[in-house]
């Protein structure tokens, strides 16, 4: 005598695909997002440190990284304004940091990595207060 299966019911083994189809589909869109994720030191040039000094123009507590914009003056002294990455809001409150650090107005001494396209970017390594205090900041 044939066994009969019921058609309502699915094999294990079309369970068992559905099941591994499902956790691939989740993982996929899971990490999906890191397909677009920033990569850290990528956008700069890791040999070439500058130093400048400016004044804060905006400090933006902000994830994934924290930003500063400055008019820094470059070695042949010219001011720009220069948009400072420093490392994510976890990282710097490990250091000491917190929103209030830097204020628009305070003159600082900024030394980074420049952006390898040539903007006024840097990935800062570390910056010199105007109490004197030295914070590291390395994205």
């Not at 903007?119 to 390395?138: C, E, F």
Request: charged share 20%; hydrophobic share 40%; proline share 4%.
């Amino acid at each position: 005598m044939k066994r009969m299966r019921c058609l309502d019911r699915p094999s294990s083994r079309t369970v068992m695909i559905r099941r591994v189809g499902a956790v691939l589909v989740a993982g996929f869109l899971l990490g999906a997002s890191s397909l677009w994720a920033h990569h850290g030191s990528a956008a700069f040039e890791m040999h070439h440190v500058v130093r400048m000094q400016g004044t804060v123009t905006d400090f933006r507590w902000t994830n994934p990284h924290a930003l500063i914009h400055a008019d820094l003056e470059d070695e042949n002294g010219k001011v720009a304004n220069w948009k400072l990455e420093l490392g994510s809001l976890t990282m710097l409150s490990r250091f000491g940091w917190s929103r209030s650090t830097v204020k628009r107005g305070d003159r600082v001494t900024a030394e980074g990595f420049l952006a390898k396209d040539g903007s006024h970017y840097m990935g800062l390594i570390h910056i010199d207060l105007p109490n004197g205090k030295t914070m590291p900041a390395a994205p």
